[in-house]
């Protein structure tokens, strides 16, 4: 789960980063009430998550109350790669002198929480880390010991931070050490960490990413969800307990376990077709969630045929057919579907099916050549 | 012989009560997996599934001595039912259960490295040695012995794979489920090289997907360590990047985890990359000199 930046700031405030001050506003009589109230320059941010705001025009300055209104009038609306901007942040307006890259991330090859801090602060880190892998120090950080101040000394010194200075970076580095932890975090940065004109250090952009499988014990992280921000369709199959990405293409997808769904997906575009998303029913998928599975699927006017790829362990075959029968039923413009039913109970799931006028298919390959045919066939119909 | 499981694996099962436990410790018994006994706190004197279940791991092992387990334990209980049985003396854990917190298993994983026990998993569909010991939750009838060694981070998809081999008439000698999250016990290369010392493995097949860096460290290992041949596949080519596709750790972020990537480093280190899964079984046949 994704924290926006005024989020992710206001967590790394409670643990002692300094920001700047600055609130949010819905509409631009907002944004110049807060202006106003902050006095001076201020920075007017589009809050979605999504990078390369500040090259969408997501972000502006404002001189004056009045200003503030105008740019986030502007930027309210804005469509930013696909998200529609509802909020911006109003923040007082850092003189900044310096900027420092100072993030924490969980590094799976050495299975550590690793502090990153690179000079080149404010632009993309992965772009810094693909061309100039020199300029990124990392340090890792024993589970045990937890994060310590002669490390954050370490990194101060390798960034080249003002000895005055020091003692301040060392309780941002653990304060957001201590925001990471407690909130289960895979990933929390501040880019930039600003050194401004009179010598103090302040987080002006933040970011946080928490992981989804600790959000059971983060009660007052969840509620931040955005639902405005999210796929509509992604967050009714997490209701479902189901595991659905949206994609670009025509063929929907219904499979059982992750690997083997990215494999039908991979097989549906060897055979010339495009998939319209990853879904994961699951192990042991009953009829009520492949029939919510199809819903979501068939939701997606994209969609012009759909494939199941079902091999039965724990699942079983006629369980998944009574659930795709249910769906049919309450679904009015079915479109055309091909099913591969293999494993346990595969015989009385097929014959379930029989009536369903569904094309079957005994192989993946098979299933995937199908698949793409009636696909293909549908679009033809449509276009004439 | 075969890899971490067999005849005298005495199996324990952690969350033996639970749905899906008592589902599962049915089934391997039925399969003639050795299971000696069961642990869930509360229930101790209990039977389930035909065995004695047990307060805790410890007093569970005393009385049985068991030396592996299976934890079927809600995620939220997992991490401390891993450590349990560390503590506890066993000397294989498998977890099935999936969706543990990343951080939490970093600690676990740092609590056990140093010490003479392994973990496979979590959120991996277990082990199998046909016909000798299930311990996990894959059909075992699609299984049959044989000298083809599978290590795969996906469960059914290996499934997929196993039943076309069995088809053929190619038998495996241990097929593991190694888990789809992005910190895990064993990886790659800690299966290869039991399979590589493994006198009943005669090759390997390896199933990886996008999302970190195990497969392109593997292909090194392979390239420099292994004399049998390996063939392999990774799923993921059309994924999008920054998306998790169902299992934690399969996402690109960053510009790394590629398939792409995965499938030059295993080629390059003279690994045969199969392009579909149906491949595999026909290049393993072509190995096996069928």
Known sequence: MNLHEYQSKRVFARYGVPIPNGDVATTPV??????????????????????????????????????????????????????VVGKVLVDQAADIRDEIYLGLVIDRAKR?????????????????????????????????????????????????????????????????????????????EINPLVVTGNGKLLAVDGKMVIDDNAIFRQPA?????????????????????????????????????????????DMIKLFGGSPANFLDVGGGATADRVAAALRII??????????????????????????????????????????????????????????????????????????????????????Q | MSILVNKDTRLLVQ???????????????????????????????????????????????????????IIYVPA?????AILEAVDAGIKLIICITEGLPTLDMITVRAYIDGRDVRLIGPNCPGVIT??????????GHIHIPGNVGIVSRSGTLTYEVVAALTERGIGQSTAVGIGGDPIIGSTFIDVL????????????????????????????????????????????????????????????SGGTGTAAEKMAALEAAGVRVANQPAEIAEIVAALAGE
């Open chain 1, 30 to 83: 907002e944004a110049r009430e807060v202006a106003k109230v902050l006095g001076g320059p201020v920075v007017v941010k589009a809050q979605v998550l999504v990078g390369g705001r500040g090259k969408a025009g997501g972000i502006k300055v404002a001189q004056t109350p009045d200003e503030a209104e105008e740019k986030a009038d502007a930027i309210l609306g804005m469509d930013i790669k696909g998200l």
């Open chain 1, 112 to 188: 550590r929480v690793v502090l990153m801090g690179s000079s080149e602060g404010g632009v993309d880190i992965e772009e810094v880390a693909a061309s100039t892998p020199e300029k990124i120090i990392k340090i890792a950080i024993d589970p045990f010991i937890g994060f310590r101040p002669y490390q954050a000394l370490e990194m101060a010194l390798e960034l080249c931070i003002p000895a005055e200075l020091t003692r301040s970076f060392t309780k941002i580095a653990s304060g957001l050490y201590d925001a990471f932890m407690a909130s289960d975090a895979s990933l929390a």
């Open chain 2, 193 to 252: 090289k039991l399979f590589e010392k493994d006198n009943d493995t005669e090759q390997v097949v390896m199933i990886g997907e996008i999302g970190g860096t195990d497969e392109e460290k593997a292909a090194e290992y392979i390239r420099d360590h292994m004399t049998k041949p390996v063939t392999g596949f990774i799923a993921g080519k059309t994924a999008p990047p920054g998306k998790r596709m169902g299992h934690a750790g399969a996402i690109i």
């Open chain 2, 15 to 69: 969350g033996i009560t639970g749905r899906e436990g008592l589902f599962h410790t049915e089934q391997m018994v039925a399969y003639g997996t050795n299971v000696v006994g069961g642990v869930t706190p509360g229930k101790g004197g209990q039977w389930a599934a035909g065995v004695p279940v047990f307060d805790t791991v410890v007093k569970a092992v005393s009385a049985t001595e068991a030396n592996t387990s």
């Open chain 1, 298 to 383: 068939l939701s997606d006017s994209n969609v012009n045929a759909v494939l199941f790829n079902i091999f039965g362990g724990i699942t079983r075959c006629d369980e998944v057919a009574r659930g795709i029968l249910a769906a049919l039923e309450e679904l009015e413009t079915p479109v055309p579907m091909v099913v591969r039913l293999v494993g346990t109970n595969e015989e009385e799931g097929r014959a379930i099916l029989a009536d369903a006028q569904m094309e079957t298919a005994a192989t993946l390959a098979e299933a995937a050549r199908k698949v793409v045919a009636v696909a293909k066939t549908a679009q033809e119909g449509s276009v």
């Open chain 2, 130 to 139: 046909p016909n000798e010991a299930k311990v996990g939750i894959m059909p």
């Open chain 1, 221 to 265: 992280l969840s509620d931040l969800r955005d639902l405005v921000d999210e796929d509509p369709y992604e967050a009714e199959a997490r209701r479902y307990g189901l595991s659905y990405v949206k994609l670009d293409g025509q063929i929907g997808c219904m499979v059982n376990g992750a690997g083997l769904s990215m494999a039908t997906m």
């Open chain 2, 76 to 80: 939220r209980f997992a991490p401390d």
